[in-house]
């Protein structure tokens, strides 16, 4: 389902014929009379996220079971973001596959897919499609799997089930990393080793991690990692399978690490990875805050401390004194300025926390998510940070984020690209993090966490804060 797809706003007095169970009340979040439909959401679709944590998988594809549109709007979003080519394998249901099912399709595409790219592991999500109509898709894939017998080349399958309308692409990506390890775990003698699951983070951040977790002398398993599959080098020929990806050999041994660290302030024990593996194995989870701006990668780093028995190292521990001191250098340009955020939950969290630390007021938290943990999370983060505690409002659309954005006058605004129209409406800058990012080059070399992270971010606002004053300066605006 296209969430770009702009709905009539229900405003006539015309009875819906499909009314929700539940509609938005009168006023209840202060921001507009009743409605039922969505003017371009504030998320992405749930089988996206699914497949780009398949794509942070070694030797996989990503397959989904519906129409061939799905497959293609999911390949724009993430080759326009990435700037890298992605396959994105599909049933490519039909009209009467609509009426009489789809499992036909899905069992050739398997074997089609099996045949070209020779993959280790076939990652299949659903769309919006084929949940409604109803295929079963553990009957359609076990099916497949009798009828082709058993075979050396038969990939590993792992399904997920992500109707759009249910979540987010967020949602979608959880689910997608949950059924990868309930599939692929399995019981191992302890290893030391530790895992890491980071959710949605760039390639930049990735490769971000993986140099910390090498420098603290950490053996770990970050599970997706897209660093080299979604940003890779040149190559002379296309490959099918990018190389990268988390080995599916360390997936398998999840089970004997020591610990995990799980980033995310709003997922649910029932979508959380760590929480599989602590119940199924007892590897002991310690969830953190998506590690941005000081405070919250002070916790990251703690926890990698007390994991290896080492100090920070000397590298990270100068980061952060240039951070501080920058904070205090350019702390004039900041404080006090007001800023719109929104997102995918965790990460509006997380940027909350460093608006907050750094001086600017978060007047807005908004999510297209509706984990309800989002105003908790966001006053945790803010605590004792901000004069006037947020306004957050989650199950939200850019039309209601527009119309409080405008009462509330921010300063500027930072999300994904999607807000660039509101940004230029309000003549404001819009600091573009996160995911999509259509509209700049280098959306997947974004670092956006840990104290090299929060420096950027922090330049990124001080100098966009200075350009407005230039720009707005009759005499204009030079020396500091």
């Given at each position: 389902?296209?969430?770009?797809?702009?709905?009539?706003?229900?405003?006539?007095?015309?009875?819906?014929?499909?009314?929700?169970?539940?509609?938005?009340?009168?006023g209840?979040?202060?921001?507009?009379?009743k409605?039922?439909?969505?003017?371009?959401?504030?998320?992405?679709?749930?089988?996206?996220?699914?497949?780009?944590?398949?794509?942070?998988?070694?030797?996989?594809?990503?397959?989904?079971?519906?129409?061939?549109?799905?497959?293609?709007?999911?390949?724009?979003?993430?080759?326009?973001?990435?700037?890298?080519?992605?396959d994105?394998a599909?049933?490519?249901?039909?009209?009467?596959?609509a009426?009489?099912?789809?499992g036909?399709?899905?069992?050739?595409?398997?074997?089609?897919?099996?045949?070209?790219?020779?993959?280790?592991?076939?990652?299949?999500?659903?769309?919006?499609?084929?949940?409604?109509?109803?295929?079963?898709?553990?009957?359609?894939?076990?099916?497949?799997?009798?009828?082709?017998?058993?075979?050396?080349?038969?990939?590993?399958?792992?399904?997920?089930?992500?109707?759009?309308?249910?979540?987010?692409?967020?949602?979608?990506?959880h689910?997608?990393?949950?059924?990868?390890?309930?599939?692929?775990?399995?019981?191992?003698?302890?290893?030391?080793?530790?895992?890491i699951?980071?959710g949605?983070?760039?390639?930049?951040?990735l490769?971000?991690?993986?140099?910390?977790?090498?420098?603290?002398?950490?053996?770990?398993?970050?599970?997706?990692?897209?660093?080299?599959?979604?940003?890779?080098?040149?190559?002379?020929?296309?490959?099918?399978?990018?190389?990268?990806?988390?080995?599916?050999?360390?997936i398998?041994?999840?089970?004997?690490?020591?610990?995990?660290?799980?980033?995310?302030?709003?997922?649910?024990?029932?979508?959380?990875?760590?929480?599989?593996?602590?119940?199924?194995?007892?590897?002991?989870?310690?969830?953190?805050?998506?590690?941005?701006?000081?405070?919250?990668?002070?916790?990251?780093?703690?926890?990698?401390?007390?994991?290896?028995?080492?100090?920070?190292?000397?590298?990270?521990?100068?980061?952060?004194?240039?951070l501080?001191?920058?904070?205090?250098?350019?702390?004039?340009?900041?404080?006090?300025?007001?800023?719109?955020?929104?997102?995918?939950?965790?990460?509006?969290?997380?940027?909350?926390?460093?608006?907050?630390?750094?001086?600017?007021?978060?007047?807005?938290?908004?999510?297209?998510?509706?984990?309800?943990?989002?105003?908790?999370?966001?006053?945790?983060?803010?605590?004792?940070?901000?004069?006037?505690?947020?306004?957050?409002y989650?199950?939200?659309?850019?039309?209601?984020?527009?119309?409080?954005?405008?009462?509330?006058?921010?300063?500027?605004?930072?999300?994904?690209?999607?807000?660039?129209?509101?940004?230029?409406?309000?003549?404001?800058?819009?600091?573009?993090?996160?995911?999509?990012?259509?509209?700049?080059v280098?959306?997947?070399?974004?670092?956006?966490?840990?104290?090299?992270?929060?420096?950027?971010?922090?330049?990124?606002?001080?100098?966009?804060?200075?350009?407005?004053?230039?720009?707005?300066?009759?005499?204009?605006?030079?020396?500091?």
């Amino acid at each position: 389902m296209a969430t770009e797809t702009i709905l009539h706003r229900e405003t006539t007095t015309l009875p819906h014929p499909h009314p929700p169970k539940s509609p938005r009340p009168v006023g209840g979040r202060g921001l507009l009379p009743k409605y039922v439909s969505t003017t371009n959401a504030c998320k992405l679709c749930k089988p996206l996220g699914a497949c780009l944590a398949f794509r942070g998988i070694e030797g996989s594809v990503p397959y989904l079971h519906g129409s061939q549109g799905c497959a293609t709007y999911m390949r724009r979003y993430i080759i326009s973001h990435f700037n890298e080519p992605i396959d994105i394998a599909s049933s490519s249901l039909g009209e009467k596959n609509a009426i009489y099912g789809g499992g036909a399709n899905l069992k050739q595409g398997l074997k089609n897919v099996t045949d070209k790219y020779q993959p280790q592991m076939i990652g299949i999500a659903t769309t919006c499609l084929t949940e409604t109509i109803g295929d079963d898709l553990n009957l359609i894939v076990h099916e497949y799997r009798k009828e082709a017998g058993e075979s050396a080349k038969m990939p590993i399958l792992v399904k997920v089930s992500t109707p759009s309308y249910s979540g987010t692409h967020m949602e979608g990506f959880h689910a997608a990393v949950l059924s990868v390890l309930a599939t692929l775990c399995e019981e191992t003698p302890p290893n030391g080793r530790v895992n890491i699951l980071p959710g949605f983070l760039s390639p930049a951040d990735l490769r971000y991690l993986k140099e910390v977790l090498a420098a603290f002398a950490l053996s770990a398993t970050v599970l997706p990692d897209i660093s080299d599959t979604l940003d890779g080098p040149a190559l002379d020929e296309y490959q099918l399978i990018p190389a990268g990806g988390t080995p599916l050999g360390e997936i398998r041994t999840m089970g004997g690490a020591a610990a995990t660290i799980e980033f995310g302030s709003t997922i649910s024990d029932k979508e959380s990875g760590g929480t599989f593996l602590e119940k199924s194995f007892g590897v002991g989870k310690q969830r953190l805050t998506m590690p941005i701006g000081v405070a919250a990668t002070d916790r990251f780093f703690a926890a990698l401390a007390g994991l290896s028995g080492k100090a920070t190292p000397a590298r990270y521990a100068g980061a952060r004194g240039r951070l501080i001191d920058s904070l205090v250098d350019g702390h004039k340009y900041v404080f006090g300025k007001k800023a719109v955020v929104y997102g995918e939950e965790d990460l509006v969290v997380a940027l909350a926390g460093f608006l907050a630390e750094i001086g600017v007021q978060p007047v807005l938290c908004a999510s297209g998510g509706k984990s309800g943990r989002l105003k908790e999370a966001v006053a945790a983060v803010t605590d004792g940070l901000c004069e006037v505690a947020p306004e957050t409002y989650d199950d939200i659309d850019f039309h209601e984020i527009e119309s409080r954005a405008t009462e509330l006058a921010p300063d500027l605004i930072i999300g994904h690209s999607k807000g660039y129209p509101l940004a230029r409406k309000l003549a404001i800058p819009l600091i573009r993090v996160g995911f999509p990012i259509h509209d700049r080059v280098g959306g997947q070399r974004i670092l956006h966490i840990g104290y090299e992270g929060a420096q950027h971010l922090f330049d990124r606002i001080a100098n966009a804060m200075i350009q407005v004053k230039q720009d707005s300066s009759p005499v204009g605006y030079s020396y500091m």
